[in-house]
Structures are given as structure tokens and as C-alpha cells.
């Protein structure tokens, strides 16, 4: 039977609103980021998950467990990380984003990874699902690369169309995209 994900992107970052992009640097959520976790628990309260699992970097765990603590049990998994900048973990979004685009879809950030890298650790990771959640209605908490990731394994998209079709870029954030894994 077919596995429903629904995937979330943790709340905004101390780093996200300076315009940082954190990667692996285990930053705190905002002030808003932790009134947006909290409403998610809201806005969710109609669906009904098996498990939650996430990023196990804090601003993804923290989400989840405003979300959905004493409801959900909640798996933190580092399968589901950001992409690794490297030495550009923590460097303005500037700078990191442009690289994302194109030389790091295949091309580790220095001393870091690329957006294959990420692919491949949530190949692994939704092939752990096929084998443990068959039929089951799985959350994911995590970020902006897992979530990429995604589109490409389960929507048959390019890393040129999910990153031009990313929904930060025409900023159009939901309570929760819907992948299916058959």
C-alpha cells in the first residue's frame, strides 16, 4: 500500500530572519517561528498522522514537538537535514543561494555536500519507510533540501524545476505539502 507523507518546513529561524542560511548550524527558532509551530498544531488538527518524524537539527525538532508533543510520537532521523554548506553553514543567504542553484546541485558545497548528497540520504530514508510504514500517513518536520528532494524522487521533477518552482520563491508557504510513496 502507498505511504502519505505530509511534509512541513520547520518555523522561521533566528537565522532565516537575518537572511542566513543555516545548513547544519543547529540555530533556534524565532519568536515567530515558535508562534507559527504552535498554530501548526491548529491548523493540523484535521489530519491524522501514524508517526512525525524529523530533521533532528533543533529548529525542526522543536517545530515538531510545538506542533504535536503528547499527540504524535515524534522520530528525530538526521537523514532528514538540511544540506551541509560546509564552510558556508551560517553564511548569508546571498552568498549560498545562488550556489544552490546551480554548482552545488551536484558539486559539494567546500567541505560540505551537494543537493545529491541529500537526495541520496532521503532515497535511504524512503526506502526505510517502504520497509517499516506500509499504508501509514507519516509527517515530515524538516527544511528547504529534504523537502527539494522530494519532488525530484517522488514528483519526477529536475533539480532545475523544484528549485524554480520552489514554493519560497513565489512565497507561497501551506500547513503541509503531499508526497505519496508507492
Known sequence: MPIKITYFVHGTSVDN???????????????LGVRQSVELKEQTKDMKFDVVFCSDLKRAYDSAKL?????????????????????????????????????????????????????????DFLNFLKQNYDGKHIAIVAHKAPQL??????????????????????KSWRPGWEYELK
Open 149 to 170: 528532494s522530494l519532488d525530484v524522487l517522488l514528483k519526477d521533477k529536475t533539480w532545475k524545476q523544484a528549485l524554480a518552482e520552489d514554493w519560497r520563491k513565489t
Open 17 to 31: 530572519e537575518k537572511e542566513i542560511s543555516s545548513g547544519w548550524s543547529d540555530v533556534e527558532l524565532s519568536e
Open 67 to 123: 506542533a504535536w508533543e503528547g499527540v504524535y510520537e515524534i522520530i528525530p532521523d538526521a537523514r532528514l537535514r538540511e544540506c551541509n554548506y560546509g564552510d558556508l553553514n551560517g553564511v548569508s543567504s546571498d552568498v549560498v543561494e545562488p550556489m544552490q542553484e546551480d554548482e552545488a546541485i551536484s558539486k559539494p558545497f567546500p567541505n560540505g555536500e551537494s543537493y545529491e548528497d541529500v537526495k541520496t540520504h532521503i532515497a
